[in-house]
């Protein structure tokens, strides 16, 4: 089955830099742009950052532009995000995302907390 789980948050100083990682597994992961999405608390859902199946071409949330970057290792079936210049309103669950031909698939979601 689809899974997609992710890894890397944690605490972080304003100013600090994580990188978030998403395993993917069940599916051709080549073949499929990726994302990543945040939702902090009170707010909605909302995309930070996007990437075609080669790696090509990258697309950025305003907010992230010029800190975040989206990378992926295809042939470790892996999704990554670097996050730098960290920010408090940062924090949020970040989450992996997949839209299928059948179905979206959501990773479970991992924690990022940016305070001194």
């Known amino acids: 089955q689809v899974q997609l789980v992710e890894s890397g948050g944690g605490l972080v100083q304003p100013g600090g830099s994580l990188r978030l990682s998403c395993a993917a597994s069940?599916?051709?992961?080549?073949?499929?742009?990726m994302n990543w999405y945040r939702q902090a608390p009170g707010k909605e859902r909302e995309l930070v950052a996007t990437?075609?199946?080669?790696?090509?071409?990258?697309n950025y949330a305003d907010s992230v532009k010029g800190r975040f970057t989206i990378s992926r290792d295809n042939a470790k079936n892996t999704v990554y995000l670097q996050m730098n210049s960290l920010k408090p309103e940062d924090t949020a669950v970040y989450y992996c995302?997949?839209?299928?031909?059948?179905?979206?698939?959501w990773g479970q979601g991992i924690q990022v907390t940016v305070s001194s």
């Open positions: 069940g599916f051709a992961f080549r073949n499929y742009p």
């Open positions: 990437i075609t199946s080669t790696g090509g071409s990258t």
């Open positions: 995302y997949a839209k299928l031909v059948t179905r979206d698939y």
